[in-house]
């Protein structure tokens, strides 16, 4: 199972320490904070959670364009839920674990 890294894990805490000072109203679903809270812990992943994770953020790449993504003092929702999900170290580490599965299952 797939653990993630240093990178992904401090996104997360970003992420939910944005949510603590009150930065994050209704930014996210119950799904994207359990995320959070399993990359802050570093937990070993299935290979279905890789994918949705790879999902999520192909879906919310275009957030980046948005007003206030990559703002710390007033982050936008699509901020730092793209943290709470590992941000573009967790992006980068998704991508080359699908690709490298769909590489394997054609065999």
């Given amino acids: 199972m ?9 996104a997360a805490r970003k992420a939910k320490r944005f949510k603590k000072e009150g930065k994050a ?8 904070w359990t995320r959070a809270s399993q990359l802050e812990r570093k937990q070993d992943l299935s290979k279905d ?5 790879y999902s999520f953020f192909s879906r919310h790449e275009v957030d980046k364009k948005g007003k206030n993504f990559g703002d710390n003092e007033n982050p936008s929702n ?6 709470a ?7 980068a580490w998704s991508k080359r674990l699908v690709e490298k599965w769909k590489k394997e299952e054609k065999g």
């Fill in 49 to 53: 959670t890789v994918k949705r994770m």
């Fill in 25 to 32: 109203k209704g930014a996210g679903t119950p799904v994207g």
């Fill in 78 to 83: 699509g901020y730092v839920m793209w943290l």
């Fill in 85 to 91: 999900w590992g941000g573009d170290a967790g992006f």
């Fill in 2 to 10: 797939p653990v993630p890294n240093e990178q992904m894990a401090a």
